[in-house]
């Protein structure tokens, strides 16, 4: 095993896949415990393809988003190549779920946090093009994290097409969105043909969800959702909506927060006021003319 890559010092092997070896490290100038992504060796033998990857990694360090597990370098040494990561501690979205549906609010937050990380790397330019509960990761604070945002799939890519993502590879991204929520409420996969609606499989997913996942589910053109921000604002209204039905939440007002309660006059300054009043009139009254 690796003793260290530059300044991090490796602490364990966490596992591979087809995108290389993963090493818990820690940096010894930050101090810090990240995860490094030490890329395949196979990617020397295409310089192109190496230089591509590791462009589109370059870009996504630019990436900076609650919701997304932060890429802080993009190093190489002797014939490696690497990317050293936010180190995320939970368990993968996939073990959350267990075969198991998820509370429609608790899903229904997880989806949002993912659309708002989605639509913030969009407007960066970046996709991510390989979304699945695999690669979210549910922090201990109940908070999802995506991984390898901007070149999960390089390794899967036999060559390098493209710098910028098509506008297949963002649309991709919102039907993954909408394959995510769908498994997490109702505990499995959508089917590869036109889903049925999430409700049909658990009796508990509210109809307003339902047109929502379908929605994202539907192909380019048809009917789906022009942007991940707007998924995120349709998300919003349906948990405000299930929050008000639950009395987790007043109804809101069309007032403005500053009118909807008048402040009051305490009583003993209203008496004082009218106390002064008539001494002043008497006053008045009983003037010399």
């Not at 190489?76 to 959350?96: F, H, I, K, Q, S």
């Not at 901007?150 to 710098?163: D, E, L, N, S």
């Amino acid at each position: 095993m690796l003793e260290s890559l530059g300044h991090y010092k490796i602490l364990d092997r966490s596992g591979s896949s087809g995108g290389g070896e993963v090493y818990r490290a820690r940096d010894t100038k930050l101090g810090r415990t990240v995860t490094i992504k030490v890329l395949p060796q196979d990617l020397s033998r295409s310089p192109a393809l190496r230089s591509q990857v590791l462009a589109d990694a370059r870009a996504a360090t630019a990436l900076s988003h609650p919701n997304i597990a932060a890429l802080y370098e993009v190093g190489e040494e002797r014939d490696l190549a690497y990317l050293v990561c936010e180190y995320v501690p939970g368990e993968p979205l996939t073990a959350v779920i267990a075969s198991h549906s998820l509370n429609a609010r608790r899903a229904i937050d997880f989806a949002t946090q993912l659309a708002d990380a989605v639509a913030d790397a969009h407007a960066e330019g970046i996709a991510h093009r390989d979304l699945r509960p695999t690669t979210i990761t549910v922090t201990p604070k109940d908070k999802v994290k995506i991984l390898d945002f901007g070149f999960a799939t390089w390794m899967k890519r036999p060559v390098a097409t493209q710098t910028l993502p098509e506008e297949a590879d963002f649309r991709a991204d919102l039907t993954a969105l909408g394959a995510i929520l769908y498994e997490m409420v109702t505990g499995k996969p959508p089917a590869p043909s036109t889903p049925a609606p999430p409700s049909t499989t658990n009796p508990n997913i509210p109809k307003e969800l339902d047109l929502i996942v379908i929605k994202a589910l539907n192909k380019p053109g048809d009917q789906q959702y022009e942007s991940a921000a707007t998924l995120a604002a349709e998300l919003r209204s349906v948990a405000a909506m299930l929050d008000v039905r639950s009395g987790d939440k007043e109804p809101p007002t069309n007032l403005p927060p500053r009118l909807e309660q008048k402040p009051r006059i305490p009583t003993w300054v209203l008496v004082a006021l009218a106390l002064a009043l008539i001494a002043g009139l008497v006053w008045f009254a009983a003037r010399p003319i």
